[in-house]
């Protein structure tokens, strides 16, 4: 399957979740710009402690470096085909600029799901996620938990709590999101490139529900 699919949403609703399970569905490759800063940071980069510096107080990191580390990730052959975005682009600059990178390819955004779940959905999830340390498989105390208590279930790394998912974080995460992503709703939207889906809903129908949407794109 050759696809650009923008997944867009509020943190905490389970786009990195649903990313890595359309991964292995589509063979597609998983783009995350939050988990590529992570990788930065685990290797203290200068990128990496930059993104630190605005991840940690729940603030975007500045267009121009976000934009050129994708740009560097999207270059890369097993994205010659399409790939799931995942947290990029989140402004209406970023937004342009992908516009600009994919045309260089002679490619598109294909489709956007625009998951969504109300703000108490979007903080019980943040604050009973664990994400593993190794390769950030996410799983939650709760609704997804692993197997051994604070072992990753793949690669049986250490699950640990990521600094931005306090609660006074996750609440300017979410008030960030409204006032710099939300606008990429209706842009994608005019473009009649989005498809709502109800992200309050259990994993597995959360990604039937995804499932249906691409196969749409493909027959459309
Ligand atoms: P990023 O890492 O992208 O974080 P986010 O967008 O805030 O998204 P999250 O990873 O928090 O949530 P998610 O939607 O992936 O949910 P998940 O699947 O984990 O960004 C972090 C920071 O990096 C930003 O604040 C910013 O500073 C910087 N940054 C990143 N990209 C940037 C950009 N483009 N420009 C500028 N700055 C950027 O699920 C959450 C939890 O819920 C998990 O525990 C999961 O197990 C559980 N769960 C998932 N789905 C369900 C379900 N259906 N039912 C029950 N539980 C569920």
Redesign the pocket.
């Known amino acids: 399957m050759a696809m650009y699919i923008v997944l867009l ?11 890595k399970i359309l991964a292995q569905k589509t063979g597609l490759p998983h783009v ?4 590529l ?2 990788e930065h940071l685990k290797n203290q980069t200068d990128l990496g402690r930059l ?1 630190q510096s ?2 940690s107080k ?4 500045p ?1 121009d470096v ?1 934009i050129a580390m ?1 740009r560097d990730r999207l270059s890369r052959p097993d994205c010659e085909s399409g790939a799931i975005l ?6 209406p600059v ?1 937004a342009e600029a992908l516009e600009k990178m994919l045309a260089e390819f002679s490619a598109q955004v294909d489709v956007v799901p625009y ?1 969504s779940a109300p703000d108490e959905v979007l903080v019980e ?2 604050s ?3 994400t593993c340390r190794a390769q950030g498989h ?3 105390v709760r ?2 938990p692993p197997a051994k208590e604070g072992v990753c279930d793949y690669d049986g790394s250490e699950l640990y709590q990521r600094e ?2 306090r609660e006074e974080t996750v609440r300017r ?1 979410i008030q ?2 409204r006032e710099q992503t939300a606008p990429l709703v209706s842009y994608y939207r005019e473009q009649g490139k989005l498809v709502e889906i109800n ?5 597995e129908q ?1 990604t039937q529900d995804l499932l249906r949407a691409l196969e749409q794109v493909e027959t459309s």
């Open positions: 949403g509020p943190p905490g609703v389970g786009k990195g979740t649903q990313a995350s710009s939050g988990d800063f992570r993104a605005y991840m729940g603030e975007l990191v267009d976000t994708v995942d947290g990029f682009p989140r402004t970023q998951i999830r943040l009973g996620r664990r996410v799983f939650h609704y997804n931005d998912d995460r960030v999101y992200g309050a809903q259990p994993i959360v």
